[in-house]
């Protein structure tokens, strides 16, 4: 699996072209949602969107009127800094990601999103042990499509903290 380290001004990982294929898909995924699939009836969207006043829906409505656009487009521009900085798989040979700081902090604000999305998904709560419920996962079925969203969602949280030790390295 791939680590982000320092070197000068730059946070570099090399990645396995797998690696790069998942990245892709999930960063498209959440563009995905936040464009052709936005709608605040799915518990993602009120996840990544959550009611700032939940016992005002008026208060709730207005803040979003003045705010939802510039954060909706924010959260669709840090998922198009993954996919921007992500080499082309078409070789076949994965490569190397090299971020500034900015790049750096849209990517954590983006996996961030991915692993919101994912968590909600996959039914994630605060106390959930991960490691068990991928146990648990595998245990009544290897090669189920839980099996592999926990191992993303998983791999997802790694790169997180990855590209964090990084930064304040």
Known sequence: MSMFRRQGDR???TFAVDEVRVLRKVASEVVGLLTDG???TDPVVGRLFPEVY???SASTAEFRRYTEGDLKTAKIDQAGAILA???DEAGGAGGEVRLDAEAAEAWLRALNDARLAMGVRLEIKDGTD???ELDDAVAEDPSS???FQLSVYAYLGYLQESLLNALID
């Open 54 to 56: 939940p016992d005002d």
């Open 11 to 13: 946070y570099v990982a």
């Open 85 to 87: 900085a992500l080499p």
């Open 130 to 132: 991960l490691g068990e």
């Open 38 to 40: 936005f709608d605040h």
């Open 145 to 147: 499509s839980r099996v």
